[in-house]
């Protein structure tokens, strides 16, 4: 009923032609995970992270790799193999990829609304309906509608406005889940 409410309308998943988009990650997150290797300094890190990213979908892909970078105010690393997302919004590249790549961040659950594949590398929050094997990345995963339908209809009972909770909506409903 939460996820009704909201009225935001789904498009249908598709398996048209286009790259492999790419989502990257910021300096902070990178450190945070521990995910780069190589390099002494933050960027040096970010730089690594994205190249042995791409490097991997092109050891399983032959496809055109996109590789839409969170710049943190660092010059824009140059990855071989990859046409690099300037100037573009998150719609455009949805809009011209066959599936999306990502670790997290939010790019999952866009990925979800847009109907366009995921393949989670990591904790995405829509790792439930994404790819994880890399043998199967150009297979392109699709949930159904109802698992699609379902995990957004979880996903909205984990939001509450500042209204729900001075009236205790909030707390109301985990004492009801957990009493259930």
């Known amino acids: 009923d939460r996820w009704d409410a909201l009225g935001i309308q789904t498009l249908p998943y598709s398996r048209r032609e286009g790259p492999i988009l790419f989502d990257g990650a910021s300096n902070k997150y990178i450190h945070w995970k521990g995910l780069g290797i190589k390099g002494e300094t933050d960027i040096e890190m970010w730089h690594d992270w994205g190249q042995r990213i791409v490097d991997r979908i092109r050891y399983h892909s032959e496809l055109d ?41 939010n790019i999952g659950y866009d990925c979800v609304i847009a109907g366009v594949p995921h393949f989670a590398i990591g904790d995405s ?17 699709i949930p159904s509608e109802d698992d699609r339908h379902q995990w957004l209809s979880d996903l909205a009972y984990c939001q509450w406005n500042l209204d729900e909770f001075h009236a205790g909506d909030a707390w109301r409903y985990i004492r009801e889940t957990l009493n259930a």
């Open 125 to 141: 929050i829509a790792r439930p309906l994404s790819e994880t094997d890399w043998s199967k990345i150009d297979e392109l995963f």
């Open 65 to 105: 790799i996109i590789y839409r970078p969170r710049p943190d105010n660092n010059p824009v690393a140059d990855i071989r193999g990859a046409e690099i997302s300037i100037g573009r919004g998150i719609d455009q590249d949805l809009q011209c990829c066959r599936l999306c790549v990502s670790y997290g961040g």
